[in-house]
């Protein structure tokens, strides 16, 4: 069964959709300095339905909706099954299987990393052939994976320890780096704060596992932290900070490179070559990453979602449920707090 006609007709791009109007309900970790799963829990379980309220307000204002507590227009409730965790995926889940009652819609139960994937089909003009590589970097994943059609995903290569949104946010926290929680991810803000002439001193910090088809970013880590502590009086400097930051940001990226430099290498004698690349999550939103690869990989073409898409975001949601339109009214549904895109294609 293929997604009703109607979201086929774009011009161009046979899986365009087109987002109409975004809500931010961002959450605000400003009190927990970092995500705690109770908080993110209680904090999803009262904006969901905030969001879903103004959204469908908003659509009746615009248009799009004749009548906002049944519209007709909609056609099946996407949302996230997994992987994620546990208490904040239920809460979606409750909303979107009362939603698709009330208004008797199929639901379309999602993959979070796979939206993740298939996010720059919907605002991409450039076409993205399989077989492609897919960069995932996220605050749960960092991996490599080779795509062969919406549905086939293999792992190459994965992080062994910490994710890499996880280290960028546990060491914005070490160099203290100042921002507002409500409105920035911890990474972006390190990003901001490593932005360096391009002259700067260059520190050596660890690239592990180099030529493995592993990441690991504990070490990474531990390195910053012990440098901060041991020299305080160095990094009481906020130039050197800086620097630090910088140096992190650079060295988290190479492994990034060596695993695509791998998969590439791994994948030159089969027949189908591999041309494409998307990169996409959270951390896929840093621009010094993006010209990092652009300019190492120059032969490939990057296909990176609008930054404001590369964070979690329900457009990327529905968009996935509309490709893989796989209609369901089973409300027996429940999360699946892990769930790898190799057992999803299964
Ligand atoms: O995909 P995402 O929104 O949520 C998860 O699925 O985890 O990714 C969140 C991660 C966080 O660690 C956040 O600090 C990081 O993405 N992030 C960034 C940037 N923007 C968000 N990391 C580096 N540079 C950025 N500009
Ligand atoms: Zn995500």
């Known amino acids: 069964?293929?997604?009703?006609?109607?979201?086929?007709?774009?011009?161009?791009?046979?899986?365009?959709?087109?987002?109409?109007?975004?809500?931010?309900?961002?959450?605000?970790?400003?009190?927990?300095?970092?995500?705690?799963?109770?908080?993110a829990a209680n904090s999803h379980a009262h904006r969901i339905p905030l969001a879903i309220r103004d959204i469908l307000e908003r659509g009746h204002k615009r248009g799009l909706l004749k009548n906002s507590s049944l519209p007709v227009e909609i056609d099946a409730v996407a949302v996230t099954q997994g992987p994620g965790m546990a208490a904040c995926l239920a809460q979606g889940l409750a909303n979107a299987k009362l939603l698709a009652t009330l208004w008797n819609k199929p639901l379309l139960y999602t993959h979070h990393m796979v939206a993740h994937t298939l996010t720059p089909l919907m605002t991409s003009t450039t076409p993205l052939k399989f077989p492609f590589l897919v960069v995932l970097l996220s605050g749960g994943h960092t991996q490599v994976v080779l795509s062969s059609s919406l549905t086939e995903y293999k792992i190459l290569a994965t992080t062994t320890d910490n994710s890499i949104g996880d280290a960028f946010d546990k060491v914005a926290r070490m160099l203290s780096i100042d921002f507002d929680w409500a409105k920035t991810a911890p990474g972006a803000a390190l990003e901001h704060f490593a932005r360096v002439p391009p002259d700067c001193k260059k520190r050596k910090l660890p690239i592990p596992l180099k030529g493995k088809s592993q990441f690991s970013y504990s070490g990474l880590?531990?390195?910053?932290?012990?440098?901060?502590?041991?020299?305080?009086?160095?990094?009481?400097?906020?130039?050197?900070?800086?620097?630090?930051?910088?140096?992190?940001?650079?060295?988290?990226?190479?492994?990034?490179?060596?695993?695509?430099?791998?998969?590439?290498?791994?994948?030159?004698?089969?027949?189908?070559?591999?041309?494409?690349?998307?990169?996409?999550?959270?951390?896929?939103?840093?621009?010094?990453?993006?010209?990092?690869?652009?300019?190492?990989?120059?032969?490939?073409?990057?296909h990176f979602p609008p930054p404001w898409l590369c964070t979690d975001n329900a457009a990327m949601i529905a968009h996935a449920g509309l490709l893989l339109w796989n209609p369901s009214h089973d409300l027996s549904q429940i999360p699946y707090a892990k769930w790898s895109v190799e057992a999803f294609a299964r």
């Open 1 to 39: 069964m293929s997604a009703p006609k109607k979201y086929a007709e774009s011009p161009g791009n046979q899986y365009h959709a087109t987002v109409h109007e975004s809500i931010v309900y961002k959450q605000d970790h400003s009190k927990t300095k970092g995500i705690e799963p109770l908080v």
């Open 221 to 302: 880590m531990v390195a910053v932290q012990r440098l901060v502590e041991n020299n305080p009086a160095l990094f009481s400097s906020e130039e050197e900070l800086r620097y630090l930051a910088h140096d992190f940001q650079e060295a988290a990226f190479a492994q990034i490179q060596d695993k695509i430099h791998m998969a590439l290498a791994h994948h030159s004698g089969s027949p189908h070559t591999i041309m494409d690349i998307v990169v996409s999550g959270g951390v896929a939103s840093n621009q010094a990453l993006r010209h990092s690869l652009s300019a190492k990989f120059p032969h490939l073409t990057f």
